[in-house]
């Protein structure tokens, strides 16, 4: 059976082999990205969001937030599907300094966007779409995958055209 988002607090299979693989930051030169073994706890991610936005009414439900940057900005699954499971919601990023975006339509081109040698920061905030191929993240996307391999440019802006109006949403969630 396919478990649907609502409470769904599950680590996919896929994050957790991500949470095992060790991103090499490089001195700023490759992915400054830090995965978690276990989504934050909706107390947190609550806490968080309420902080991020200035607006304390909030709750964090349509978030999993699952890795963060060095700055503290959040890596999440974005819950807009209802009925969806968690590994078909798409991936964004909030960021420490207000930055925010979507980075993929879902977790299996996630996987891809990370295969490339790529992190929701530097994708987002730089706009990079070409970083060096990991052959370890290649591997974990071949196995969990369940969408094709395509370039990130192609993944990220596909899936921002999907969501066009995600910026402006949160925008409007702040006070």
């Known amino acids: 059976m396919i478990e649907t988002i ?7 299979p896929a994050l957790a082999d991500v949470a095992r693989v060790e991103f090499d930051y490089d001195d ?6 830090e995965p978690y073994a276990a989504f934050d706890s909706a107390e947190e991610t609550t806490d968080w969001l309420r902080h991020w936005t200035g607006n304390h ?3 964090g439900d349509a978030y999993r937030v699952f890795g963060q940057d060095g700055t503290g900005g959040l890596a999440a699954l974005w819950c807009v599907r209802p009925g969806q499971p968690l590994v078909e919601q798409p991936v964004v990023f909030l960021g420490s300094e207000g930055e925010r975006g979507v980075v993929a339509a879902n977790l ?3 996987l891809w966007v990370l295969a490339d040698g790529l992190g929701p920061l530097e994708v987002v905030d730089f706009e990079q779409y ?3 191929p990991s052959a370890t993240l290649t591997a974990l996307a071949e196995r969990h995958a369940a969408t094709p391999r395509r370039t990130t440019r192609d993944i990220v802006t596909t899936a921002q055209a999907e969501f066009p109006t995600f ?3 949160i925008d409007a969630l702040c006070r």
Do not use: I
């Not at 609502?6 to 996919?12: C, Y």
């Open 6 to 12: 609502e409470g769904d607090r599950a680590f996919p």
């Open 108 to 110: 299996s081109d996630f």
């Open 167 to 169: 910026s402006e949403d």
């Open 130 to 132: 070409e970083g060096r």
């Open 57 to 59: 009414q909030l709750d």
């Open 28 to 33: 700023g030169e490759g992915v400054d990205f």
